[in-house]
């Protein structure tokens, strides 16, 4: 059975987590949140083979029934976005920049 995973932010670092996903036997990316539209959509979108949402439809891609989230947006954003990630008992992890409140531990390659 595989983790069924949601990447939310698919600037540099989302980008890198989504493709890592999509390389491991034991995950499935089930979908992708990235803030507009652009012409590089359409080619990931077709490499990754998992859907893509705009960020306005947040909900809509959390009812996919993922296990877990990866918040990989700029700081800030993932503090809003931890309520949304509660209400469906879903897992978080977030991307570094957060405060203590929205994610009690941080990994940081260079010290862990």
Known sequence: MSVRVVVVGFGTIGKRVAYAVKAQDDMELVGVIKRRVDWKWLLHEKVLGARFYTSDRLEEVLREDPDVVID?????????????????????????????EVAEASFVAQCN
Not at 84 to 93: D, S, V
């Open 72 to 100: 990989a947006t700029p700081k800030g954003v993932g503090v809003r976005n931890k309520e949304f990630y509660e209400e469906y008992g879903l897992r978080a992890i977030f991307q570094g920049g957060e405060p203590v």
